[in-house]
């Protein structure tokens, strides 16, 4: 589903609210309420919101949205993170490339580099990479998650754990106001925390809507990695927290639209 200027607004208004509804949508926005219906059927139809009476509301903090949807929600800044990352990874590294749609866009900015190692549990970035000859692609074996081709579970964390790379992308689904790295499926945390492990630079990659958000499961600490790079970041500690633990803020602010 490719989501309209109106339809991304509506779902920002619904991460930072939790709900929105029909009659306030169509007089913030100036458009019929049968307009704002149809808005909030198709972002329900892709799983974005959940429909209540009168309005819709955003997944609750222990369920993810889908995949597809995820593609979709603030892709032009996944965009910018992507190119803003690449240009920290020199030709002739080698990296980790955990699972996400901001490390995806990692991965499609890596077209002109050479020499790369790219090792992923993320089967979308093998596919995408494997057709540059200069780029030589490891991927992790595993428990393959239908919903976005994540390779996760036990296998995959002791295939990570045979490596020692320079560079490590990573992403969260949700970021807390204390640093904590969040995510949905406790396998995939296994594998993310043994990349983090087996790096010598941490660079996680995450865009504005994960100060919004919430999830179950502890990845680990902001103070883990070495640079953050975001499209804008609001929230005072977390800026904090970087000064505190000389991590690196990158907010690229869409310098590269």
């Known amino acids: 589903m490719f989501l309209t200027d109106r339809q991304t607004e509506i779902v920002a208004i619904a991460k930072s609210s939790g709900r929105v509804l029909v009659e306030e949508l169509a007089s913030r926005f100036s458009v019929t309420p049968q307009t704002i219906r149809k808005d909030l059927n198709d972002l329900c139809d892709a799983q974005v919101l959940t429909r209540i009476h009168g309005g819709a509301t955003f997944p609750s903090g222990t369920e993810n949205v889908k ?5 979709q929600i603030a892709a032009s800044e996944k965009q910018a ?3 803003a990352t690449v240009e920290l990874i020199p030709s002739g590294a080698s990296l980790f490339i955990n699972i996400g749609t901001t490390t995806e866009a990692v991965g499609e900015a890596l077209a002109n580099h ?3 190692m790219v090792i992923t549990n993320n089967i979308n970035v093998a596919n995408r990479l494997r057709l540059f000859p200069a780029i030589e692609v490891v ?3 595993g428990v393959v998650r239908g919903s976005d081709g994540g390779i996760v579970g036990e296998a995959a964390v002791d295939f990570i754990r045979q490596f020692k790379v320079d560079y490590a992308v990573i992403g969260a689904s949700a970021i ?5 790295l969040l995510d949905y499926d406790f396998r995939e945390v296994k594998v993310a925390q043994a990349i983090i ?4 630079h941490v660079i996680l990659v995450a865009d504005s809507t994960k100060f919004e958000r919430t999830a179950p499961v502890r990845i680990g600490q902001l103070s883990q990695v070495h ?4 499209d804008h970041c609001p929230v005072p500690a977390i800026r904090n927290l970087c000064l505190e633990n000389n ?4 907010e690229t602010n869409g310098r590269f639209r």
């Open 227 to 230: 640079t953050f790079i975001t």
């Open 197 to 200: 492990a087996n790096a010598r």
């Open 176 to 180: 807390d106001i204390d640093g904590a």
């Open 139 to 141: 991927i992790a074996g």
């Open 67 to 71: 995949y597809e949807a995820r593609r």
């Open 247 to 250: 991590v690196k803020l990158i």
């Open 81 to 83: 993170i992507g190119i």
């Open 114 to 116: 050479h020499e790369l």
